[in-house]
């Protein structure tokens, strides 16, 4: 049944895109349908969630009017958007670098057809193009002088003319930014390198030029020493660093691109004189109908008209079992038609599919930022002015006090301290396991908002479950008919069904449903009455018939002592009994409940066993709600609760020091789902629920919830593993640079080398992340 409320459970926290607005605070896009909205200035502005309402009324100004320091961060116009995955506010509409900390720009939402980044064809061509250069400079470096080939002087400037397109062509992004990040006083990592090789090669380039300035304790070899190969070295080394983390950042957008390539390119659209066209995708529209063959793709979201058929909807709810569709059942776009041919009348197409909705939620949780995050931004703008003191600190060092030649020595280390201590492994930390990680998820029927309930889950210790449609299926569902006399079960349910068929109470549905499933043939109904309010009355087959709750039998004077008991069993078992009497005799009873979900015994163990305090709160009665919480094996039960009453409950929880999850499905859970440090919303639920929930299930499958937290905590880790080998790493790495271990081992090291550890240190970092798609699920 679950299936059923799919495509409806799925309108994710915003509405239909709208190319032409957007919302003022973060720039997502939204319409004029979105139900947070507000007039200032007398112009309405539309807004994708509360939190965004919020901030733009406390201060209009700061979002209508941004300072030119915020400028770059202001939304652009609709098209490809382009953001810094470790600075998301940052949005233009072109390839670029980031203000803030230089890293490549990267598409806002992956397209299949972005496998070509312009940022890596371009480093790569830098790379390629002067690497032979980068080789030659060393090699004449290293072994110039046994070799012979050239005397001094002349290998000096041979190696400045060779270094030129490394330093000025290939290396000239890094300067750009370097100088951004001056201007824009933001200091990052490439404050740093361009610092550090633009002092090794102006030196090297002054001492070539004009070497008659340099005192002696400047030559060494019948030369002052200069040092292109170092400046050409650690550029050629940075290219490579960063063409090997954008391609390994690519891979966090694949499981965006996996979902992507679900949707299929055409249709078969039926046309109003019965004659049938394949169409592209974007040219279908609402109210088109469609036909969708065996082994086909659906092509939109809609309703079945025609046919029979199981789908196959794996892909976006994780449910390994076809799905049964027959006419009026809803079907979402992307899923796999597996047997029987449908015909479908599509009810949303293009952005507000289902497929695209989870896309959306995927890449805006992708560019949200952990609380982690924030400890690692604040302390790498002072890391890098406190690295350019080390640096100026240790060339002064060296230089009064190292041996000869010291000022040589102070340059070189200055240079290595300057490299080794770029803080893009701090930077990339969080930001990295966070895209892999909310891709993953989405993968296994999973949807995070934000990283901050990645973050949070782990910690969660108390779980709040609603009852209906989250433990429980949440529609009624017809249990067993018991008969008196010579009366068969099936005739009592034929003979309920019957009279039912004029009822509209939900009870009614299920029994109604429950005979035609058994292929019962049902008769007509002739005086039909419901005005008593507890039941039902009419004529079927020529019998009259009466069928309700023990009262309406009482009332019409019909004994019920025959199934009491078994009346009482069912009921304490959580089902509503109604009772059948057939001209004036009880014919029998029938068993109506809302059955538990075939998945909830085993996610309630698991969150059990992995210590979660897990209480049920619920609207329904005392007995229904113990009755279910019985078969569960949930201790702590509150029933016939109101949406405050959920509420106060959460509040009360968390100041009594836990950290509470709130599980529901209704506009009744939304409260409490707000208020809890993660709300978990059922995908089958309305989209109240999944509007104030941090998460959503899309299946509606509480162990959902186990998923998400093993993901949540293995997320954590690795970040945690990520921000622990950025410290260590410059922990380690500038003490060395400086040159401390000299005096005790006569260990230098190179700034080469600096490079070369500061380009891997990124990557790995990458890497690691990257590591989260193979975590258990």
């Known amino acids: 049944m679950a299936q059923h409320q799919s495509e409806e459970a799925l309108h994710v926290h915003q ?16 319409t004029e349908n979105s139900p947070h909205h507000m007039e200032h200035g007398g112009k309405p502005f539309y807004f994708c969630s509360a939190k965004c309402l919020d901030r733009f009324k406390s201060d209009p100004g700061k979002y209508l009017n941004p300072s030119k320091s915020e400028e770059s961060a202001a939304p652009p116009e609709p098209g490809t958007i382009y953001t810094c995955p470790m600075h998301p506010e940052i949005r233009q509409d072109h390839p670029g670098s980031c203000p803030k900390c230089g890293m490549a720009l990267e598409p806002l939402m992956p397209s299949l057809d972005d496998d070509d980044n312009p940022e890596l064809k371009d480093f790569s061509r830098r790379f390629w193009w002067t690497l032979p250069l980068t080789v030659i400079v060393t090699v004449l470096a ?6 012979g080939w050239f005397n001094m002087t002349t290998q000096t400037w041979i190696e400045l003319v060779l270094s030129v397109p490394v330093v000025l062509w ?13 201007v824009n006083r933001s200091p990052n990592m490439w404050t740093l390198i361009s610092l550090g090789t633009g002092a090794a090669f102006i030196y090297s380039t002054i001492a070539t030029i004009a070497p008659d300035i340099f005192p002696e304790a400047f030559r060494s070899m019948g030369r002052v020493s200069v040092y292109f190969e170092a400046a050409v070295v650690i550029i050629s080394l ?10 390994a950042r690519s891979q966090t957008s694949a499981a965006i691109k996996s979902l992507l390539g679900l949707a299929p390119k055409t249709a078969r659209r039926i046309n109003q004189d019965g004659s049938e066209e394949d169409v592209p995708l974007n040219h279908v529209h609402e109210g088109d109908r469609l036909r969708v063959r065996p082994g086909e793709k659906v092509p939109v979201d809609g309703t079945v008209e025609e046919g029979n058929s199981a789908l196959d909807e794996s892909m976006l709810t994780g449910e390994p079992l076809p799905v049964s569709k027959r006419p009026g059942d809803k079907v979402i776009g992307a899923t796999i038609n597996t047997s029987g041919a449908l015909v479908i009348r599509a009810e949303k197409v293009g952005s507000a599919t289902v497929l695209s909705q989870i896309v959306q939620l995927v890449s805006q949780a992708q560019r949200s930022r952990a609380p982690m995050q924030r400890m690692a931004d604040q302390v790498a703008g002072y890391f890098v002015i406190a690295v350019v003191v080390i640096a100026i600190t240790t060339l002064f060092v060296w230089g009064f006090f190292g041996p000869q030649p010291s000022w040589v020595y102070g340059l070189i280390n200055a240079v290595a301290v300057l490299i080794i201590a770029c803080p893009c492994a701090l930077g990339l930390a969080t930001p990295m396991s966070i895209m892999v990680a909310t891709g993953k998820a989405a993968t296994q029927g999973v949807l995070f908002r934000d ?7 782990c910690k969660v210790d108390t779980l709040i479950v609603d009852k209906t449609g989250t433990l429980t299926e949440g529609r009624p569902a017809f249990e067993q008919a018991v008969p008196t006399g010579d009366i068969t079960a099936d005739e009592v349910l034929r003979l309920a069904a019957s009279l039912d068929q004029g009822s509209e109470h939900p009870l009614a549905d299920a029994i109604v449903d429950a005979a035609r499933e058994r292929s019962l043939a049902l008769s007509a109904v002739y005086n039909f009455d419901s005005g008593s309010g507890i039941g039902v009355r009419g004529q079927v087959d020529g019998k009259t018939l009466v069928l309700g709750n023990t009262a309406l039998m009482q009332h019409n004077g019909i004994a019920v002592t025959e199934l009491t008991g078994i009346a009482d069993t069912l009921r304490e078992n959580g089902a509503s009994v109604m009772y059948l009497a057939s001209d004036g005799q009880l014919a029998g009873l029938l068993a109506v409940s809302d059955p538990i979900k075939q998945s909830t015994p085993e996610a309630v163990r698991n969150l059990q066993k992995a210590g979660i305090r897990v209480i049920m709160a619920t609207g329904d009665g005392v007995a229904t709600a113990n009755a279910v919480a019985r078969q569960l094996g949930i201790d702590e039960v509150h029933g016939e609760v109101k949406p405050a009453d959920k509420l106060d409950l959460v509040t009360r929880l968390q100041d009594e020091g836990c950290i509470v999850a709130m599980a529901g499905d209704g506009i009744n859970d939304a409260p409490a789902l707000a208020k809890a440090n993660v709300g978990i919303a059922m995908g089958t639920g309305t989209d109240v629920a999944m509007n104030s929930a941090q998460v959503t299930l899309i299946k509606g499958d509480l162990r959902g919830i186990s998923t998400a937290r093993q993901l949540s905590e293995s997320t954590v880790a690795n970040m945690k593993q990520n921000l622990g080998f950025a410290f260590i790493y410059n922990a380690l790495g500038v003490p060395i640079a400086a040159g401390v271990l000299y005096p005790f081992t006569g260990i230098l090291l190179s700034p080469m080398f600096a490079a070369l550890a500061m380009s891997l240190s990124s990557a790995s970092v990458v890497f690691n992340a990257l590591r989260l798609r193979g975590s258990r699920d």
């Open 238 to 247: 940075t290219l490579l660093g960063q063409m090997l983390e954008l391609r």
């Open 451 to 457: 990283a901050a309930a990645i973050e949070n889950l």
């Open 142 to 147: 290293m072994f110039g002088p046994q070799l």
């Open 15 to 30: 509405s239909h895109i709208d190319s032409q607005l957007s919302d003022p605070v973060c720039g997502m896009r939204v």
């Open 170 to 182: 290939a290396g000239q992004p890094f300067f750009v930014r370097g100088w951004q990040s001056i």
